[in-house]
Nanobody
Framework: QVQLVESGGGLVQPGGSLRLSCAASGSIFSINDMGWYRQAPGKQRELVATITSGGRRNYADSEKGRFTISRDNAKNIVYLQMNNLKPEDTAVYYC???????????????WGKGTLVTVSS
């Protein structure tokens, strides 16, 4: 099967930066979309950013200009560079990938277990 493993979360002061990474491994033929979602306490999971295999990016309005998503297609890794972090960015950040398995003709959705980002002084 396929596993997504996130890393890079932690505690950071307001105005600080973090870079999240997510590596996909397993029986992967190809990956189309990869991205990041987040879920704050008491709130629903929401989109942060996505990126296609061709590099087309989509951001939530609240992250535009502060967050940058990128990916290494050869290594099946997606990154999220987060700058000028705010307390409201505190959440569990989940990695997402739309994976084409070798024996299928459609993409399967996979999620990581999440990494906690806490922005606090």
């Amino acid at each position: 099967q396929v596993q997504l493993v996130e890393s890079g979360g932690g505690l950071v002061q307001p105005g600080g930066s973090l870079r999240l990474s997510c590596a996909a491994s397993g029986s992967i033929f190809s990956i189309n979309d990869m991205g990041w979602y987040r879920q704050a306490p008491g709130k629903q999971r929401e989109l942060v950013a996505t990126i296609t295999s061709g590099g087309r990016r989509n951001y939530a309005d609240s992250e535009k200009g502060r967050f940058t998503i990128s990916r290494d297609n050869a290594k099946n890794i997606v990154y999220l560079q987060m700058n000028n972090l705010k307390p409201e960015d505190t959440a569990v950040y989940y990695c997402y990938a739309g994976v084409r398995l070798p024996h299928l003709t459609w993409d399967m959705d996979y999620w990581g277990k999440g990494t906690l980002v806490t922005v606090s002084s």
